[in-house]
């Protein structure tokens, strides 16, 4: 059974740092495009980052480009998302996913095939 489990969220203060896991199990994702995304209260889920199996490619979005790095290790199949100087408009419930292709990244939610549960994440002002 595949699976994806999020962990590292938490209630932090504007400005702050958070590093979120996703540690893979069932199956290794060395060869997949790892991602993640966030959705917040009465949004739809957006894409944040992506990276490519090798980790030589990586891909974010806007808003959150220059504070958000992501990052894997294949040796412990485990993908992550560090976030800095965090914003309240950073709040939303974070989800890791992985593709079954390896290249190229694409952005679209509907191209993963493998979700985690989501952790949250909450920046107070």
């Known amino acids: 059974q595949v699976q994806l489990v999020e962990s590292g969220g938490g209630l932090v203060q504007a400005g702050g740092s958070l590093r979120l896991s996703c540690a893979a199990s069932?199956?290794?994702?060395?060869?997949?495009?790892m991602a993640w995304f966030r959705q917040a209260p009465g949004k739809e889920r957006e894409f944040v980052a992506a990276?490519?199996?090798?980790?030589?490619?990586?891909r974010y979005a806007d808003s959150v480009k220059g504070r958000f790095t992501i990052s894997r290790d294949n040796a412990k199949n485990t993908v992550y998302l560090q976030m800095n100087s965090l914003k309240p408009e950073d709040t939303a419930v974070y989800y890791c996913a992985a593709d079954r292709r390896s290249f190229p990244i694409i952005v679209l939610e509907a191209e993963y095939d493998y979700w985690g549960q989501g952790t949250q994440v909450t920046v107070s002002s």
């Open positions: 069932g199956r290794t994702f060395s060869s997949n495009i």
């Open positions: 990276i490519s199996w090798s980790g030589g490619t990586t």
